[in-house]
């Protein structure tokens, strides 16, 4: 039997509600909102790869309609983006003056993760288009909150 996998990367987009499995991206901002120092887990110099929800959505599409035999694709934006330098862009989109404290890092915790998208960009034609600033902001924008 054929299949497809996509190994999706740091999922974030509109409607994202907080529960336990809510990335850091809607906690950041949920913090920000209500006056919260931002919790980072380490030194925040630790990467990861942030893909908003429509360009997941096209990977999905483009996967539905390719013609290959049993192939697994990392679907994030391909681009490593730091824990602090995330916060930064948050609390600056934000207009707050949120603080950052920084505590121990969780046993385990991955230095670096972001995707290698080449396999998805040569054989599903993937082209992530939404930048993190861009979807941050339209992410804020979608919760009333103006950047």
Same mark, same amino acid.
Request: glycine share 8%.
């Given at each position: 039997?054929? =299949? +497809? +996998?996509? $190994?999706?990367?740091? +999922?974030?987009?509109? $409607?994202?509600?907080?529960?336990? !499995? %809510? ?7 949920? $913090? ?8 980072? !887990?380490? &030194?925040? =110099? ?7 929800? $429509? ?9 539905? #309609?390719?013609?290959? &035999? ?18 930064? %862009?948050?609390?600056?989109l934000t207009g707050t ?11 385990? &915790? ?8 080449? #396999? ?5 034609? !993937?082209?992530?288009? +939404? ?15 103006? =950047?």
């Amino acid at each position: 039997m054929d =299949s +497809v +996998v996509l $190994r999706f990367f740091n +999922v974030y987009g509109p $409607r994202q509600g907080m529960n336990d !499995y %809510t990335g850091v991206i809607t906690r950041f901002i949920d $913090r920000c909102t209500h006056g919260l120092p931002l919790t980072i !887990y380490g &030194d925040g =110099s630790q990467t990861r790869d942030f893909v908003n929800v $429509r360009d997941v959505a096209e990977a999905v599409l483009a996967s539905i #309609k390719c013609k290959t &035999d049993s192939e697994i694709f990392n679907i994030g934006s391909g681009k490593p983006t730091s824990i602090n330098e995330l916060a930064k %862009t948050i609390i600056r989109l934000t207009g707050t003056e949120t603080q950052v404290s920084y505590e121990k890092p969780h046993a385990g &915790d991955i230095k670096d993760s972001y995707a290698d998208i080449t #396999k998805a960009k040569t054989l599903l034609g !993937y082209a992530p288009k +939404v930048s993190l600033k861009d979807g941050l902001q339209a992410l804020l924008e979608e919760k009333g909150i103006e =950047s």
